[in-house]
């Protein structure tokens, strides 16, 4: 069975601070694996997408990073600003066209 | 290209009432999901259909919410009748069905139900 997690669940940090956020899977037999952007209340923005074959994609801020060796992925946002405040989720395509989230991390970046 | 309609944005019920969603995903998407999200979880697969057809709805429960695609475009999520704990974000995605490294799934804005 696939699983995906994420950790920390929350993350606290100060307006400037690099960060990195958490993803793991359980099957290693994974497509691609997408980073989504969720405001309260909102739908899923998607921020990055890193197929089986890469290791790492990068847009603006953020890098994200693929090991299907060790089952993770990393989100590295830099020069963080509160308008990053939002949750962060990952979820990794597997056969079927499936996608298996995990349970976000909320990220508040204070002013 | 426009992304994928989500119909309507909030809605507020109460229980045991009925209440149903619309979602139009993106033009050539042949690939359609329903996912449930209860506050502070990750999104949770309802119902998944390729075309009109249903691929995987084994986490729908059928005692209560159905959902159709018509001519496998639009579709339809029904509950009914509803409970507190359907209070939730209902998501729609949609991708192209061929599952390729660079196949990417793209969301609606949700609907936020809240069953009182």
């Known amino acids: 069975k696939q699983e995906v997690t994420q950790i920390p669940a929350a993350l606290s940090v100060p307006e400037g601070e690099n960060l990195v956020l958490n993803c793991s899977f359980t099957?290693?037999?994974?497509?691609?694996l997408q980073w989504f952007r969720q405001d309260p209340g909102k739908g899923l923005t998607s921020l990055l997408l890193?197929?089986?074959?890469?290791r790492e994609q990068t847009s603006g801020r953020l890098n994200a990073s693929l090991d299907k060796s060790s089952g993770r992925s990393t989100l590295y946002i830099a020069a963080s600003q509160p308008g990053d405040s939002a949750t962060y989720l990952c979820a990794g395509r597997y056969n079927f066209n499936k996608f298996y989230f995990g349970s976000g991390t909320k990220l508040n970046v204070k002013p | 290209e426009a992304g994928v309609a989500q119909s309507p944005r909030y809605k507020i019920i109460e229980k045991r009432q009925s209440v149903a969603f619309w979602c139009n995903p993106i033009?050539?998407?042949?690939?359609l999901y329903w996912y449930q999200q209860i506050l502070g979880q990750g999104p949770k697969l309802l119902i998944q259909f390729q075309n009109n057809g249903v691929v995987d709805d084994s986490q729908l429960p059928k005692d209560r919410f159905s959902a159709e695609r018509l001519k496998g475009v639009d579709s339809t999520l029904k509950i009914q009748p509803a409970k507190l704990e359907d209070s939730a974000v209902y998501l729609c995605?949609?991708?192209?069905?061929?599952?390729?490294?660079?196949?990417?799934?793209?969301f609606g804005q949700g609907t936020r139900l809240t069953v009182v």
């Open positions: 033009s050539g998407h042949a690939t």
């Open positions: 890193i197929q089986s074959s890469q």
């Open positions: 995605a949609s991708s192209l069905p061929f599952l390729r490294d660079s196949t990417e799934a793209f």
């Open positions: 099957d290693s037999a994974i497509y691609n």
